[in-house]
């Protein structure tokens, strides 16, 4: 048996707006990276965010400096640091590839996913076997599965 758990892109926890955001589905089911919640300081609702942190590990680190070792020099399409465009975006991914090494090492296998509008996130999560699901695609997930929950 796989359970499906959520890594949450800036974009998406913008575009699902605070009701989703504070919904159930998310609170047991959603990790946010540090970095996102940098990038996410001026939400309304930033101190619940917060409780869903994924912190930066030496692991996760190490995995960064896997993932940015396949990012060719002069491409901006996963960052762009000049224009402080993406910075969390590569440390998105490698915080999946932390997840799902270190759920490997539990009872219940678990299949972290990247909710991310970003075409970049999107094509660098596809290079390492990562899947990805829309902001809108994520939306009907959680109003389906709150639906589900509200009618027991």
Not at 23 to 52: G, Q, W
Not at 78 to 107: Q, W
Not at 125 to 147: H, Q, W, Y
Request: aromatic letters at 6%; one cysteine or more; proline letters at 5%.
């Amino acid at each position: 048996m796989t359970i499906v758990k959520y890594l949450i892109d800036t974009n998406a926890l913008s575009r699902i707006g605070r009701k989703s955001r504070e919904s159930t589905f998310v609170r047991y089911n959603c990790k946010i990276p540090s970095e996102v919640l940098h990038e996410a300081a001026t939400f309304p609702d930033i101190a619940m965010l917060r409780t869903l942190e994924y912190p930066i590990s030496a692991d996760v680190l190490n995995l960064l400096r896997n993932v940015m070792s396949t990012v060719p020099p002069g491409d901006k399409d996963l960052i762009d640091l000049y224009h402080a465009r993406g910075n969390a975006d590569p440390i998105l991914v490698a915080t999946a590839l932390d997840a799902i090494a270190k759920s490997e090492e539990t009872l219940l296998a678990e299949d972290w996913q990247i909710v991310t509008d970003d075409e970049g996130v999107k094509k660098k999560a596809a290079e390492f076997n990562l899947r990805t699901v829309s902001s809108p695609e994520f939306k009907k997930l959680i109003g389906a599965t709150d639906t589900c929950d509200n009618s027991s």
